[in-house]
């Protein structure tokens, strides 16, 4: 695991720690390239609002505008459903036909046509705009509309958009499983030994098997797009979010429309944690973060920011399934320290 926390004083603190038996395949760093996983949401989210200010893409448009009959419902479903969850579209991730491709054993790369195909087969969870759940689905769309609009590949837009102009190295949108640069090896336990709770379908990876576990680095997610193919370090993620918070990357108008929130249960969540558009919002005992978490095989990614950009905070595992009830706690425990340690 790693972490890497700027508390916008001095040099950030980085932090890298293994296990012993992993040495053997990569001796870690801090600012190894990982998976961004889910936290891809917020680059999209970032395009699709640099668009919007362009006066290129609304908010308001309907989903069938730009993919029309692709979607379920595409003419109730707005863009701004999409980027905050409350379509109403069911996770692809979910169907078991996609098993293969999400435990990196079906070379089968799936078009954002063939997914939205897909889900079109499972009913609707609520009517489009009444209530919240998250769905990989949404951003899937998302990425379809954002290359119908610009006549451009994601992968271009991220360079182009994003990692160029903030001199991102080792930020890009993954189209294979190659990585950069130096990066970090992701494990997932050995069918003997996955926690007895994993469905069968989620029990058998690919990869080189050692010490009890898969080396699923080479894998490449076939399933993953917009919602989640983005590859960069923590070092990386903190300039930007420091770009995104301060309005580098969005004007105004549209920062306030990606800070704009739902509850994510519903009225009255205890928790307290709401999501705007590609980001997530939560208070915590030492003040108000704005953060995503990112789970695909063998990388778990969190980072977080407070609402100006200049504190940040990031950490990874190198594994998404935690086995024990003990490792989900200690996985929270360190959610909680990174959060305040950014405002110290």
């Known amino acids: 695991m790693t972490v890497r926390v700027d508390d916008g004083h001095g040099r950030p603190i980085e932090i890298s720690e293994q296990a012993a038996w992993t040495k053997k395949d990569h001796r870690l760093s801090a600012d190894d390239e990982v998976r961004e996983a889910s936290n ?20 308001t448009d309907p989903v069938d505008k730009w993919l029309p009959g692709q979607v379920r419902n595409g003419r109730a479903i707005t863009l701004r459903m999409l980027l905050n969850h409350t379509s109403g579209l069911f996770d692809y991730t979910d169907d078991p036909a996609l098993a293969p491709a999400l435990t990196g054993q079906d070379s089968h790369v799936w078009t954002s046509t063939e997914i939205l195909s897909l889900v079109r087969g499972h009913p609707a969870l609520f009517e489009p705009g009444t ?25 271009a837009l991220v360079r182009d958009r994003i990692a160029g102009p903030l001199g991102l190295r080792h930020t890009f949108y993954a189209t294979g499983s190659a990585w950069r640069d130096r990066h970090a090896h992701g494990y997932e336990p050995d069918a003997a030994h996955m926690p007895p709770d994993v469905p069968d379908e989620f029990r058998n990876y690919a990869g080189p098997q050692h010490d009890d576990h898969v080396d699923v680095t080479g894998d490449y997610v076939t399933a993953d797009g917009a919602d989640a193919a983005v590859v960069s370090t923590a ?52 003040g108000t973060v704005w953060d995503h978490v990112g789970i695909v095989p063998g990388y778990a990614t969190y980072n977080v920011t407070d609402s ?11 594994t998404s399934t935690l086995p024990t009830r003990q490792a989900h706690q200690t996985g929270a425990a360190l959610m909680d320290a990174v959060n305040c340690a950014i405002f110290d």
């Not at 950009?309 to 190198?318: E, I, P």
């Open 40 to 59: 891809t949401k917020t680059v999209m989210a970032t395009l699709v609002l640099q668009l919007v200010a362009e006066h290129r893409l609304a908010l």
């Open 131 to 155: 209530e919240w759940s998250y769905s990989n689905t949404n951003y899937i769309a998302i990425g379809a509309v954002l290359e119908k609009a610009t006549g451009k590949s994601l992968a």
């Open 308 to 318: 100006t950009g200049r504190r940040t905070a990031s950490f990874f595992f190198a």
């Open 235 to 286: 070092g990386d993620w903190s300039r930007f979010y420091g770009a995104l918070m301060s309005g580098r990357l969005l004007p105004a108008a549209q920062l306030a429309e990606m800070r704009t929130t739902v509850p994510e249960i519903g009225p009255g969540d205890p928790d307290e944690l709401g999501y705007g558009l590609g980001i997530e919002t939560a208070k915590t005992d030492c």
